[in-house]
T-cell receptor, first 110, second 114 residues
Framework: QQQVKQSPQSLIVQKGGISIINCAYENTAFDYFPWYQQFPGKGPALLIAIRPDVSEKKEGRFTISFNKSAKQFSLHIMDSQPGDSATYFCAASTASKLTFGTGTRLQVTL | KAGVTQTPRYLIKTRGQQVTLSCSPISGHRSVSWYQQTPGQGLQFLFEYFSETQRNKGNFPGRFSGRQFSNSRSEMNVSTLELGDSALYLC?????????????FGPGTRLTVL
């Protein structure tokens, strides 16, 4: 049973554009929602995270929007750059166990 | 502060063999979790250790086991390897302070089973 659904599977955005990745979860016990960025041959790197008592969190060009009632959260990457080209994973956590989405491969073109 | 380190980075084994992977967490981190990453199943949680005790376990067969030492370093073992065990095995460490459970991943060990 997939508890965290992520979309889209792949995304192509022009340089300077906004990249938006969406996730939905089922388990209301989840209490922590991080986003990870992974480059080929590397481990996932923590990008930004949010807790369910907050509706939005912004760090630089990265923003998480969280809708607790809809059980959805999303990552917005403003002013997308070619260096942002990577695979992005949303995750949800309870009791230190991370449940990951299936990943979104982002390509930022010049 | 040094990040999470994993050794070895690459391993090739044959079916039926066993393998041991090692993980050194970030200094001061007491929780170590292991994940398996494959193209088909994505990132899946294996288990978590905290203060030398397994605190959480995913849905993997008993061939997958782990342990944590007093210095928080952790090892995972896979016995009787199967072709389907070929994957990137990732270790993540966390400080586990109250209200915070950020997990930081190592580069992984790429296991190929022939």
């Amino acid at each position: 049973q997939q508890q965290v659904k992520q979309s889209p599977q792949s995304l192509i955005v022009q340089k300077g554009g906004i990249s938006i990745i969406n996730c939905a979860y089922e388990n209301t016990a989840f209490d922590y929602f991080p986003w990870y960025q992974q480059f080929p041959g590397k481990g996932p790197a923590l990008l930004i995270a949010i807790r369910p008592d907050v509706s939005e969190k912004k760090e630089g060009r990265f923003t998480i929007s969280f809708n607790k009632s809809a059980k959805q959260f999303s990552l917005h990457i403003m002013d997308s750059q070619p260096g942002d080209s990577a695979t992005y994973f949303c995750a949800a956590s309870t009791a230190s166990k991370l449940t990951f989405g299936t990943g979104t491969r982002l390509q930022v073109t010049l | 502060k040094a990040g999470v380190t994993q050794t070895p980075r690459y391993l090739i084994k044959t079916r039926g063999q066993q393998v041991t992977l090692s993980c050194s967490p970030i200094s001061g981190h007491r929780s170590v979790s292991w994940y398996q990453q494959t193209p088909g199943q994505g990132l899946q949680f294996l288990f978590e250790y905290f203060s030398e005790t397994q605190r959480n376990k995913g849905n993997f067969p008993g061939r997958f086991s782990g342990r944590q030492f007093s210095n928080s370093r952790s090892e995972m073992n896979v016995s009787t390897l199967e072709l389907g065990d070929s994957a990137l095995y990732l270790c993540a460490s966390s400080y586990q302070r109250q209200g915070g459970n950020e997990q930081f991943f190592g580069p992984g060990t790429r296991l190929t089973v022939l």
